[in-house]
């Protein structure tokens, strides 16, 4: 995740608009998308564990079950988590990381 969070920070410290940016954009997503899978791999193949802490639906769509807390509290559990499923508890829950925000 250090990748994806340093290409983040780059692209969005970048003060250019337009072209540029979208690309850059682009690229940051590509990499971060080539991360996760890797990520996923790994769990995959090596039974390994990983915890992710994100606010970001399309990365923990790529997780086993999603954790969503409130004030240090865990408030739902998802299983087999997709995009628009994450989307949905969030709005459910009241926000981006729970009913506390």
């Known amino acids: 995740m250090?990748?994806?969070?340093?290409?983040?920070?780059v692209t969005r410290g970048d003060?250019?608009?337009?072209?540029r940016r979208r690309r850059r954009r682009t690229v940051a997503e590509r990499s971060a998308t080539e991360?996760?899978?890797q990520i996923r791999q790994a769990v995959d193949e090596y039974q390994q564990s990983v915890v992710m802490v994100t606010h970001d639906p399309r990365?923990?769509?790529y997780a086993d079950r999603v954790l969503f807390l409130a004030d240090g509290r865990l408030?739902?559990?998802l299983p087999g988590?997709?995009?628009?499923?994450?989307?949905?508890?969030?709005?459910?829950?009241?926000?981006?990381?729970?009913?506390?925000r």
């Open 81 to 100: 988590p997709t995009v628009d499923l994450v989307l949905d508890a969030i709005r459910e829950l009241g926000g981006e990381g729970g009913a506390g």
């Open 35 to 37: 991360l996760l899978t």
């Open 75 to 77: 408030v739902r559990e």
């Open 59 to 61: 990365a923990a769509a």
């Open 2 to 9: 250090f990748r994806t969070c340093c290409v983040r920070s």
């Open 15 to 19: 003060p250019l608009r337009g072209h």
